[in-house]
Structure formats: structure tokens, C-alpha cells
């Protein structure tokens, strides 16, 4: 198994500024995944983030506004750019293990 | 594309009934299947899997039956309680064997009455 953290775990921000999320693993893993759960919502994967390489981003997602790091096998961070209040959801990390995949408890935030 | 539908809700159930939240999805390949469970105020918990066709995936009274012939992985339980109230999730994995990226249905919650 593996356990993941997530700082901040809420937040409230003003728009226009932006928030970085940071994602800490208990063992280090390949990919992490960073997901988005608007308000009442399923869950949409935003980006795969691999050691070493550039993120991934899936339709409807890019770079500029979700940019992310992954500087090790165990940390990742997303940053939320130039909020707006479309953008108040809770962003989860997740990690991938065999046929397991792990979430983080997520982080809420909420732009005004 | 890969997809999952599930049953809308809200589903309300009193304590002890049958519980079926149905789910349906549309991939190519082999992909795994799960549901997930969130709880009020906490996160996304794997509640069981089943990674290839005819796999029965089973937690907490939970089961669930990967059904390749009517592409379904429907979650029943026989008999409900109050603390079984969240919010559930079905999911399949976009990579065949692994993971990977998930794909999730919409949601279903459950409110389960004494």
C-alpha cells in the first residue's frame, strides 16, 4: 500500500492569484496522478507526472494553467494558476501500485 | 473513448435492505475495474476490484462481478447499515493490466435510513 499527503489540505484564495498543492508519498513510486472533483462531481484525471520528464495532460488541461513538478520518485506538486472560481474544486494526488491505486485526502479549495 | 456510466442517485435504502447501484462502461482492451467509496468529509477509498472478466471483487459485504458480456461491474450488497452512507464510485483502469489512469462514473450516493 501507500500512504499519501496532501499540503494544504483546504484553502480559500482570491482570484487571480495562483496556489501550489504539494503531494508527498510514503515510498517511491513511477507515476503520480494529479485528479480534480468539482463541487458534486466525479472525478477527471488533470495530469500523470513521471520522474524525470514532463507531465502528461489530459484534453481540456494544460500546462500553463495546471503546471507540475516532479523533482523524485516520492513528491509532486500542482500548482493552480491564475485562479478563477470555475477552478474551486478538490484537487487529489494519486499513486499507482500493481492493480491498486491510491488517493490522497485531497486538498479544497475555494476561490472567491 | 473509454467511459463509465452508473445509476444516478440519490439512492436511499432503509437499514438491512438490498443495495444494487448499477454500472456499465465502454473500453477497449482489458481493462480493471473498481469502485471506490468516499465517505462524508473523507477521501476516495478502494473498496474492491476485479482485474479480468468472470473476477468477483468483494469487501465489507460488497461484491461486485466483472461482466465482460454486458460490460458491467454492478455493486450489490444484501443487507445495508447507516454507516454504509457515502458516496460510491465505479472506475476502470485505461491501461490494460495495470492501473494506470482511471476513468470514473459520475457517482452514486447512498443515504441509508435506521
Known amino acids: 500500500s501507500a500512504v499519501i499527503s496532501q499540503k494544504p489540505s483546504r484553502d480559500i484564495c482570491q482570484r487571480g492569484t495562483s496556489l501550489t498543492i504539494q503531494c508527498q508519498v510514503d515510498s517511491q513510486v513511477t507515476m503520480m496522478f494529479w485528479y480534480r472533483q468539482q463541487p458534486g462531481q466525479s472525478l477527471t484525471l488533470i495530469a500523470t507526472?513521471?520522474?524525470?520528464?514532463?507531465?502528461?495532460?489530459e484534453s481540456g488541461f494544460v500546462i500553463d494553467k495546471f503546471p507540475i513538478s516532479r523533482p523524485n520518485l516520492t513528491f509532486s506538486t500542482l500548482t493552480v494558476s491564475n485562479m478563477s472560481p470555475e477552478d474551486s474544486s478538490i484537487y487529489l494526488c494519486?499513486?499507482?501500485?500493481?492493480?491498486?491505486?491510491?488517493f490522497g485526502p485531497g486538498t479544497r479549495l475555494t476561490v472567491t | 473513448g473509454n467511459s463509465v456510466t452508473q445509476m444516478e442517485g440519490p439512492v436511499t435504502l432503509s437499514e438491512e435492505a438490498f443495495l444494487t447501484i448499477n454500472c456499465t462502461y465502454t473500453a477497449t482492451g482489458y481493462p480493471s475495474l473498481f469502485w471506490y467509496v468516499q465517505y462524508p468529509g473523507e477521501g476516495l477509498q478502494l473498496l474492491l476490484k476485479a482485474t479480468k472478466a468472470d473476477d468477483k471483487g468483494s469487501n465489507k459485504g460488497f461484491e461486485a462481478t466483472y461482466r465482460k458480456e454486458t460490460t458491467s461491474f454492478h455493486l450489490e450488497k444484501g443487507s445495508v447499515q447507516v454507516s454504509d452512507s457515502a458516496v460510491y464510485f465505479c472506475a476502470l483502469s485505461s491501461i490494460s493490466g495495470n492501473t494506470g489512469k482511471l476513468i470514473f462514473g459520475q457517482g452514486t450516493t447512498l443515504q441509508v435510513k435506521p
Open positions: 494519486s499513486v499507482a501500485s500493481s492493480f491498486e491505486q491510491y
Open positions: 507526472a513521471n520522474q524525470g520528464s514532463e507531465a502528461t495532460y
